[in-house]
């Protein structure tokens, strides 16, 4: 089946820096890409739409700013946590439709620990 | 807006068979997705229900009621391994089938 990565799995930072966490399809081509975020024993939320080409569209509350996000090619969409601060400290994970897919193809990737000190 | 409410946590034991419900609430409506996600992980797809009645897939069912904004995942013979929480999730709407509103989930227990 299709798969997705994330780079890294994990990433332990000080408050104040930028994380860069990289969400790659490996074996099909995606023009859209979601990032969610899930806390501790919560669900996941959707946080941004990555949208090859164009900006990307952020959720209500989500800062764009903070949450910088480059869909560079169609098999790549990168986030970037700016400033991170204790609570950004959260699980991320990218998912990927394939282009041209219904609605029920849908793969995730395996995630990402950010722990901001 | 939409609305999905899980039981939080459910135990069950090794052989046996569980229930998983889902109610939900939305403004409109274009299937209903079950996820299974192990602690740290990501989630893994199980089914996606369109049309109301039973899907049958291996060990694991799902059903629809559309009238009664109802869902269930059935899980029969249960295993260890299948200690994990269990994710319903609707399609945004309006906002476009691959976005996904999920419910906080319901974290089960598979005790010997």
């Known amino acids: 089946g299709a798969v997705v990565s994330q780079h890294p799995s994990w990433v332990i930072c000080k408050s104040g820096t930028s994380v860069k966490i990289e969400c790659r399809s490996l074996?099909?081509?995606?023009?859209?890409m979601f990032w969610y975020r899930q806390f501790p024993k919560q669900s996941l939320m959707l946080m941004a739409t990555s949208n090859e080409g164009s900006k990307a569209t952020y959720e209500q509350g989500v800062e764009k700013d903070k949450f910088l996000i480059n869909h560079a090619s169609l098999t790549l969409s990168t986030l970037t946590v700016t400033s991170a601060h204790p609570e950004d400290s959260s699980f991320y994970i990218c998912s990927a439709p394939p282009s041209g897919t219904s609605t029920d193809t849908q793969y995730f990737g395996p995630g990402t620990r950010l722990t901001v000190l | 807006g939409q609305n999905i409410d899980q039981p939080t946590e459910m135990t069950a034991t090794e052989g046996a068979i569980v229930q998983i419900n889902c109610t939900y609430q939305?403004?409109?409506?274009?299937?209903l997705f079950w996820y299974q996600q192990h602690a740290g992980e990501a989630p893994t797809f199980l089914s996606y229900n369109v049309l109301d009645g039973l899907e049958e897939k291996g060990r694991f069912s799902s059903f629809l009621s559309r009238s009664k904004g109802y869902s269930y995942l059935l899980l029969k013979e249960l295993q260890m391994k299948d200690s994990a929480s269990y994710l319903c999730a609707v399609p945004r709407i309006p906002g476009g089938g691959n976005k996904l509103t999920f419910g906080t989930g319901t974290q089960l227990k598979v005790e010997l």
């Open positions: 939305t403004s409109g409506f274009n299937g």
């Open positions: 074996d099909f081509q995606a023009t859209t």
